[in-house]
């Protein structure tokens, strides 16, 4: 990777109005609505910013969107990237640090994920307190990676612990169910089979998705404290597994969706 390309990138952004936010929000499957709320919007659509990646997934926008949020100055990506699309680790991550040049404090991630843990239920909203890696590499494996951080980044506590309990208070105010959980993230695009499912129970996830782990990963080597929510839009079950319908889980999240923007615009207020 290199400097001078998230320059041009940075440059085209601001020249379009991106102009110093402080918060950037990537909104997962099926979760777009929150661009809606935002006051006073720029849009900048991924094909026309220098060197971003372009979305291939037909359910996902392709637009970072600027403007005001609860006051705030917000960045918000329609549409990520994802591995699944032929994509590497520094393509899926390149938006953070897009958004992390242009100047934002802190990270809103969202996603739609399987319930690994069948204490929860279809719909419910789950707080990521911690992750596994099962994707194979990793976005900090190139060689001037040094250039932008520390090669070795620490993830003892890859997720905000303050923004994680503000939301906790936030859902609890709002009686809004928030589960608490373990996040792993595979490559996809296939679902998996009834043995992977037991293994991830075995492994410790109460929920399985294909994102947001390199991107944590990312803004964990840039300093940058980040805060992230799953949609729980279906359940996995290996010992009574129904085949899964694509249109279902976006109904599903489509449900769920205003219980995490009612969250995320609460807790951007409390910042």
């Known amino acids: 990777m290199r400097q001078r390309q998230l320059n041009e990138s940075t440059a085209y952004l601001q020249e379009k ?42 359910f996902h926008s392709g637009k970072l969107i600027c403007g005001t949020l609860q006051g705030k100055k917000t960045v918000v990506m ?13 393509d899926v991550t390149y938006p953070i640090r897009v958004m992390h040049q242009l100047g934002i404090k802190k990270l809103f991630i969202s996603n739609a994920s399987g319930a690994i843990n069948l204490d929860f239920g279809l719909g ?17 494996a ?10 070795f980044t620490d993830m003892a506590e890859p997720y ?15 009686n ?33 998705g294909m994102s947001t ?10 300093k940058l404290p980040v805060v992230a929510v799953s949609v729980l839009t ?5 010992a009574n597994l129904k085949p899964v319908n694509i249109q279902s889980i976006l109904s599903v999240a489509e449900q769920a969706e205003p219980k995490m923007v009612k969250l995320f615009r609460a807790l951007i207020g409390a910042l």
């Open 17 to 58: 109005g991106f102009d110093s936010p402080e918060i950037g929000i990537v909104l997962g499957t099926g979760l777009g609505k929150l661009a809606e709320a935002i006051e006073d919007p720029v849009v900048a659509h991924y094909n026309h910013i220098p060197f971003f990646p372009l979305a291939t997934v037909e």
């Open 78 to 90: 329609q549409g990520r990237f994802h591995l699944y699309e032929g994509y590497d680790f520094l």
């Open 124 to 140: 419910d909203l789950m707080l990521i307190e911690d992750h596994i890696n099962l994707q194979g590499g990793s976005p900090l």
């Open 142 to 151: 190139f060689n001037n990676v040094a250039e932008f951080g520390t090669r």
């Open 160 to 174: 905000d612990r303050d923004m994680r309990e503000k939301l906790l208070k936030i859902a609890k105010r709002e």
């Open 176 to 208: 809004i169910i928030l589960q608490k959980g373990v996040y792993a993230s595979v490559v996809g695009p296939q679902l998996e089979t009834k043995a992977e499912y037991r293994m991830l129970k075995i492994l410790g996830a109460d929920a399985v």
């Open 213 to 222: 782990v390199p991107e944590v990963i990312v803004a964990n080597h840039l």
């Open 234 to 238: 279906d359940i996995c079950n290996p």
